[in-house]
């Protein structure tokens, strides 16, 4: 298009200057060719403004062509108050990746995976974000994997009270732990008590939603307990210099991998696969925003959750925020991860038996959501 322009302007100024080069003494015939080459630039100009506007029209409709008039849906979605739960739900959110593709999501705050399956089992919530403990639940049968959201979680900890007589994990025997069963962090105290030599028997576990456990470590209930990001932050900052870490998701990354993912019944997936396509393709996009703005997006996150924004920063690097977005359409890889995960599961004791993946992973919602994402770049 800018060369038929720049031809267009090439000949009225080739017009010009053989108008030019006529002189005075042929009056007549210099204002005929004049006029000759005026209607000839006239034309060769409108001829080119013509093309241009041809294939700005073509070009206009080959974008219209590849964006779609989707049916608007509204979908419940439960998260977890923390930047390796929250973060691109609410960058899809903002940034309007999901009204992109006809959806309104409804968020709703919960504080554990397996709640949130819960809530999806009785009819609450129709998609969930959750971290790799209720993976587990997704192997048993009780919902479906649709879409990964990060490759591993580095969020989880396990935190103790120096000042309760705790040097190291070996110290934590006959003392209480507060833990909430299915999680993510309740599989790191099982690896921490494990590399001490200990079992659940050697120690006094107390079940305990996480922010309650925050508040009982810091009230000095509890001797250690299994906790994650930013809840991680609060203490560090409450303890001070009784804040001991005894191990977290990246002591054991050469044994294990802790992936989370978003995961929906099967009956929301049987009835609606086009919308998960949808959600995975505006999910993909939130990776790629939340890798290249993950300050910002930390900050955001803040507002949005009522958190103090120094917190939401500090727990920036409980994630790997890029692998998902060098592996995305990748089946293989992807397949990888989540075998490998349930090698994890059966290691301790969590899953007795080997499931193929494809019982409970929907790769090809996976597959279908990246190619749509691959096609509105």
């Not at 720049?6 to 006029?35: H, R």
């Not at 608007?72 to 930047?83: D, G, H, L, Q, S």
């Not at 479906?144 to 103790?160: C, G, N, W, Y």
């Not at 309650?212 to 810091?218: H, L, N």
Request: one cysteine or more; charged letters at 20%; proline letters at 2%.
């Amino acid at each position: 298009m800018k060369r038929r322009a720049l031809a267009g302007l090439l000949a009225i100024g080739m017009a010009a200057s053989l108008a030019a080069c006529g002189g005075s003494k042929q009056t007549s015939t210099t204002a005929a060719a004049s006029s000759a080459a005026e209607t000839k630039a006239a034309a060769s100009s409108e001829a080119a403004s013509t093309a241009a506007a041809t294939e700005a029209a073509s070009s206009q409709a080959e974008s219209q062509a590849a964006k779609k008039d989707y049916e608007p849906v509204t979908v419940r979605v439960a998260y977890m108050p923390n930047m390796g739960s929250a973060a691109s739900l609410f960058v899809g959110i903002d940034q309007g990746y999901f009204a992109e593709y006809g959806i309104t999501v409804e968020p709703a705050e919960f504080q554990g995976g397996p709640a949130e399956i819960t809530a999806m089992a009785s009819g609450d919530i129709d998609i969930s974000q959750i971290g790799h403990g209720a993976h587990a639940l997704c192997i048993e049968g009780q919902a479906k994997i649709f879409q990964m959201d990060t490759t591993t979680s580095l969020a989880d900890e396990v935190v103790a009270n120096k000042a309760h007589g705790i040097e190291k994990a070996e110290d934590l025997k006959g003392k209480t732990i507060a833990v909430a069963s299915g999680t993510s962090s309740e599989i790191i105290l099982h690896q921490v008590l494990a590399k001490a030599g200990l079992t659940d028997k050697d120690v006094n576990l107390v079940e305990m939603a996480v922010d309650g456990m925050t508040t009982a470590m810091v009230a000095n209930q509890i001797d250690a307990c299994a906790t994650w990001s930013p809840n991680t932050v609060t203490l560090k900052n409450a303890l001070g210099d009784n804040y001991l870490s005894l191990g977290s998701n990246k002591d054991f990354l050469d044994q294990a991998i802790f992936p989370s993912s978003y995961i929906t019944t099967d009956k929301y997936a049987s009835e609606h696969k086009d919308v998960l396509v949808r959600f995975a393709a505006a999910l993909d996009k939130a990776h790629d925003y939340r890798a290249a703005h993950t300050e910002e997006t930390a900050k955001a996150l803040a507002k949005k959750l009522d958190a103090p924004e120094d917190t939401m920063l500090a727990s920036i690097k409980e994630g790997d925020w890029e692998t998902i977005t060098q592996v995305a359409g990748d089946m293989d890889a992807i397949k990888k991860i989540y075998e490998t995960q349930q090698n994890v599961f059966i290691a301790n004791g969590r899953i007795k038996d080997k499931v193929d993946t494809n019982n409970y992973v929907m790769y090809d919602v996976m597959k279908d959501g990246y190619d749509l994402y691959s096609q509105n770049k």
